[in-house]
Each structure stands twice: as C-alpha cells, then as structure tokens.
C-alpha cells in the first residue's frame, strides 16, 4: 500500500550521540518535508526539498541535515544530540498524482525524539 | 510577515455544531488547508479551499473568504472522537524557494464532552 513511512517512531539516546530519523515514501511524490512539533505546540518546518539532490532550509533554524538521493527516501541526521534537541519529528510528502487531490501534504507517524 | 490565527481551545458538546474559525495574513496565497490531528499523532488532511465559499465533505465543511483572509472548519453532528487539535495550514506561493510550502497555525484544540 502507498504510504509514508518513518522510523524508528521512539528513540531514547544520550548526548553527544550521531542520531538518523528515517523517512520514506510509496507514493512517488517529489516533494517532502521535515516538521518539528513540541507537545501542543505549532508544526514548524525545519527542511524541504521539491526532488532528488535538492534541499533547503525552512522557517525553523534547525542544527540538523537532511539529504535526497532518492525520490522516496529523505532522512534527517543529527551529528551530536542534546536535549534541546527533544522533540517530536514529522516526515511529509506531497506531490500530483496518487492519493493527492489537491497537492495536499501526507504525514508520517512521527519519530518522538529525547535526548538525555 | 506570515501569520496564523486561531482560537486556542474550544468546548463543544456531542451532537452539537462547532465553528472553527481561522484569519490569515500571508505574503503569497495559493490555498488553505485544515488538518486533523490526535494527540501524539500526525496530522490528517480534512479539507481544501482556494476559491470563495463553501466545500461541503460529510460532516466537516470548510468556508474560505480570501478578501477578508479568513476561513472556517465547521463541524456537525460532534462525536467524541472529533476531539482533536484543528490546524490551518496557508500554502505559500512566494518567490524564492518557498513555493507550496504550507504556513501552519498554532491549532485550535477542541474537546467534545458527552
């Protein structure tokens, strides 16, 4: 089934740790996106790319890096965690075509993040 | 600058109608959104405007003015597992590489009570 795809969804690690979230996308779509949501807080987006080998920064300055070498897969690395790192981060694609109607963005599950 | 407003909380009662509204003041307009999102989950699409009026889908419709920069989600019919957070998300059509990129606001919390 086309879907979006995020793992791990929880992660525990202490500081100073290399850190990847992984996430990957069925639904051929060119664009995706990182989010970063604090409990009851608003999304706000840290990075984006609109297809393979491009990526930019969002509205939220982020210390972590992303890559896209393929359409489908856009992972997000921290080099060293620390606590301010804490968060919950949420993988979106969006793209024309399959289960998109109206270029809307699909969420993955999210990857809640602590850093101790 | 980009800004999103909606009301922080909101308290509906089952079986009652709620209207949740949104204001908007962005730089680059090319249609609004409204997500659903559970507690410790990820958002889900609900609705879509980009032209005047009202889309009907069920028991959820959503009313866009853009000359007023304001928009609603209202919900009919409330069942408990309507309690969520509601976000307005504006996607941008700004210049550089910010094109289609949503502008989310702050969500709108409701709580629907037996």
């Known amino acids: 089934e086309a879907d979006i795809y995020q793992t791990p969804r929880y992660l525990v690690i202490g500081t100073g740790k290399k850190i990847t979230l992984e996430c990957s996308q069925t639904?051929?779509?060119?664009?995706m996106y990182w989010y970063q949501q604090d409990p009851g807080m608003e999304l706000h987006l840290i990075h984006y790319?609109?297809?393979?080998?491009?990526?930019e920064k969002g509205d939220l300055s982020s210390e972590s890096t992303v890559s896209r070498i393929r359409t489908e897969h856009f992972p997000l690395t921290l080099e060293s965690a620390r606590p301010s790192h804490t968060s919950q981060y949420l993988c979106?694609?969006?793209?024309?075509?399959?289960?998109?109607?109206?270029?809307?963005?699909?969420f993955g599950p999210g990857t809640r993040l602590t850093v101790l | 600058g980009q800004n999103i407003d909606q009301p922080t909380e909101m308290t509906a009662t089952e079986g009652a109608i709620v209207q949740i509204n949104c204001t908007y003041q962005?730089?680059?307009?090319?249609?609004l959104f409204w997500y659903q999102q559970h507690a410790g989950e990820a958002p889900t699409f609900l609705s879509y405007?980009?032209l005047d009026g009202l889309e009907e889908k069920g028991r959820f419709s959503s009313f866009l003015s853009r000359s007023k920069g304001y928009s609603y989600l209202l919900l009919k019919e409330l069942q408990m597992k309507d309690s969520a957070s509601y976000l307005c998300?504006?996607?941008?059509w700004g210049y550089g590489g910010s094109q289609g990129n949503l502008i989310f606001g702050k969500g709108t919390k409701l709580s629907v009570k037996p």
């Open positions: 979106a694609s969006s793209g024309l075509g399959y289960r998109a109607s109206y270029n809307e963005q699909f």
């Open positions: 639904m051929g779509h060119d664009k």
């Open positions: 790319s609109y297809g393979v080998n491009s990526t």
């Open positions: 962005t730089s680059g307009f090319n249609g």
């Open positions: 405007n980009v």
């Open positions: 998300a504006v996607r941008d």
